[in-house]
């Protein structure tokens, strides 16, 4: 079993739809969670970190159920530029360690379309 | 936010040559820096860590004769592909990180290095 896994899609969606990628996590070590988007050959970018209580950016939301090791992120309003992939990512820390690791979900592909 | 810079940004040769790629925190030092790779149509995968003044750790499965990790400095680190074969062929990433005080920390990607080794 993957530690991170998302649906993979894609998902394609007209603009303006409201779309939601879920993403569950194995590591109950886990202590920090992310979404990051990728665009196409290119490097991930933080787009936010996600916490218990829920966290909104603007048009995103996203939200941590730790009891059941599950992540959302939520998009409202899309846009044609949020076509890309999101990542969902998990942090733990190795033993010893004062850093922490990333693991990364394979990534959610989104295509916003007019 | 910070910024890391990888170098060569691609990157095409001959199988048996070794390949340098180069990692450069630009506007902050790190002491941990992290090489990953990442396959087509999958996710990255973390190879090693490194840390600047001490051996690179390695992840379960890379093998650390082939992928060479120096960080000699603050805001530098490299990763050198020895004796490349073409399932080398790979996006390769670097991230850097700023500490934050109680550890954890922000992790900054760099642009990435398209190797393809023909």
């Known amino acids: 079993r993957k530690e991170v896994e998302q649906d993979p899609g894609p998902f394609n969606v007209p603009e303006g739809a409201t779309v939601a990628f879920n993403c569950t996590y194995s590591?109950?070590?886990?202590?920090?969670f992310f979404w990051y988007r990728q665009d196409c050959r290119k490097e991930p970018k933080l787009l936010m970190s996600?916490?218990?209580s829920g966290n909104e950016d603007g048009r995103f939301t996203a939200q941590l159920n730790r009891a059941s090791q599950y992540i959302s992120l939520l998009i409202r309003d899309s846009k044609l530029s949020d076509s890309a992939t999101y990542l969902c990512?998990?942090?733990?820390?190795?033993?010893?360690?004062?850093?922490?690791?990333?693991?990364f979900g394979q990534g959610t592909i989104l295509t916003v379309h007019p | 936010g910070a910024v890391v810079s990888q170098h060569p940004s691609r990157v095409i040769c001959k199988s048996g040559t070794s390949v340098k790629i180069e990692c450069r925190s630009l506007?902050?030092?790190?002491?941990?820096m992290f090489w990953y790779r990442q396959f087509p149509k999958k996710s990255l995968m973390l190879m090693a860590t490194?840390?600047?003044?001490?051996?690179?750790?390695?992840e379960q499965g890379v093998e650390k004769d082939k992928f060479l990790i120096n960080h000699a400095s603050l805001t530098l680190s490299t990763l050198t592909v020895t004796s490349a074969h073409p399932e080398d062929s790979s996006f390769y990433i670097c991230?850097?990180?700023?500490?934050?005080?109680?550890?954890?920390?922000?992790?900054?990607f760099g642009p990435g290095t398209r190797l393809t080794v023909l």
């Open positions: 991230s850097a990180r700023i500490t934050s005080s109680g550890g954890g920390g922000t992790q900054y």
């Open positions: 590591n109950s070590a886990s202590q920090s």
């Open positions: 996600v916490y218990s």
């Open positions: 990512v998990a942090r733990h820390y190795a033993g010893g360690t004062s850093y922490g690791k990333l693991t």
């Open positions: 506007d902050f030092q790190a002491t941990t």
């Open positions: 490194s840390n600047e003044g001490s051996k690179a750790t390695y």
